[in-house]
């Protein structure tokens, strides 16, 4: 095989995407901070922003979204329903939601964009990537905190919430959006969240915690971590059916197996540790390969930090003031505006949609990916350097 197509071979292009990747999370460790940036950054070098060695294609990005669904459900193992099920949480989630979703429309339209790409980008906006976020906070040993719990059960509602800005987002661009469409929408949701909670803390329950007990699972004891596996991609499977993100349905498969007391519960959580680690860093930086500096001309510099600037503050003000309001700290209502900030592949996804609708230009397609990147990137470094440099943060319960 010649040189050349030795290099552009699966095989080589994922050896060395990973490579590189993990080696983003060691010298993150090492530099004390988050593997979120490291792996980003090192995704931006070896892309076609400097070196160009490694193209983003369609195994690459497979493989990035499984990431994340690994991630998702690591993730759950360290949280229980009520940590979520909070009205509070709902609240912030759904300003978390309008606030940027109005200030993107606006901001678009003073750039001169036509009405159903203002739509696009607003939506764009909307979006809260869970998997930065968490990620974060789990390198950092916070996800006990109060604040955290809210970060975690505002955005898996923030991430349903957005799926139905976009879906309606779709619906008025085509003139057709109608009010039934909406509420089935939200309907079959609402209705995967509880039926999910429902088998999972019964029936899937049990199964695990009777195979645990048995000859055949002491004789192969991964069998648990196998199981626990089937089950986040099995809850995979059912949320992409009704609608929803595939992280969804992972992380209440993770809820769902919290608190399961089993003999060799040890070999799956950390067995879903370590695997979480590789396909993560395939989801990292893939979103720094993903981003090409060569297309960004100086006209759309502008566009691209005041886009950026919009969709930090709409974030942290649309999340952060009702938080408190409800009577946070404002060290926890920050904390919380700050981590729902990340836009992450949420935003990318929408994006990508706009673009091959021709909503929207590859240009704006291209500030729209650099935004996503830029609001993944900062978030990590203010709450490990900041917002959590001192202590741990708590909720001021209600009177």
Not at 38 to 67: C, E, F, M, Q
Not at 189 to 209: E, H, N, W
């Amino acid at each position: 095989m010649p040189e050349e197509g030795i290099l552009s071979s699966v095989e080589f292009q994922m050896s060395l995407l990973l490579f590189v990747a993990l080696a983003g999370y060691l010298i993150a460790y090492k530099i004390n901070q988050s593997a979120v940036v490291g792996v980003i950054l090192a995704g931006i070098v070896v892309g076609p922003s400097v070196l160009n060695v490694v193209t983003v294609t369609d195994l690459v990005s497979s493989l990035g979204r499984l990431g994340a669904v690994v991630l998702l459900f690591t993730i759950g193992l360290h949280f229980k329903i009520k940590d979520i099920a909070n009205l509070k949480y709902f609240t912030i989630a759904l300003f978390g939601i309008l606030v940027p979703w109005v200030a993107g429309f606006y901001l678009a339209k003073l750039f001169d964009f036509s009405y159903g790409g203002s739509i696009f980008v607003g939506t764009a906006l909307t979006a809260t990537s869970i998997a930065i976020t968490a990620n974060v906070l789990k390198e950092m040993g916070k996800l006990d905190t109060d604040a955290a719990r809210a970060i975690i059960g505002a955005a898996i509602i923030d991430d349903v919430l957005s799926l139905l800005a976009l879906s309606v987002s779709e619906q008025i661009v085509s003139g057709s959006v109608s009010v039934s469409f909406v509420f089935i929408t939200l309907g079959k949701a609402v209705g995967f969240l509880v039926l999910g909670t429902v088998l999972g803390t019964t029936v899937i329950k049990r199964i695990v915690t009777r195979l645990d007990c048995t000859s055949f699972c002491g004789k192969y004891p991964e069998s648990i971590f196998i199981l626990a596996m089937m089950v986040a991609f099995l809850y995979s499977m059912i949320a992409e059916l009704v609608g929803l993100s595939a992280i969804i349905g992972s992380f209440l498969a993770g809820v769902t197996l919290a608190r399961v007391d089993l003999k060799h519960g040890t070999v799956f959580r950390e067995g879903a540790e370590h695997l979480q680690i590789i396909f993560a860093s395939i989801f990292f930086i893939s979103l720094g390969v993903l981003l090409d500096f060569h297309i960004i001309t100086s006209n759309l510099i502008w566009f691209i930090l005041a886009l950026t600037a919009v969709a930090i503050l709409t974030k942290v003000l649309g999340c952060g003031i009702p938080a408190l309001l409800q009577r946070m700290s404002l060290r926890d209502s920050l904390t919380i505006g700050v981590g729902m900030v990340p836009r992450g592949e949420v935003a990318m996804i929408v994006a990508l949609i706009g673009l091959s609708q021709g909503l929207i230009e590859q240009d704006t397609y291209a500030a729209l990916i650099l935004m996503s990147l830029l609001t993944t990137i900062i978030p990590p470094l203010v709450l490990r350097n900041w917002l959590f440099r001192k202590g741990t943060t708590r909720v001021r319960e209600t009177a």
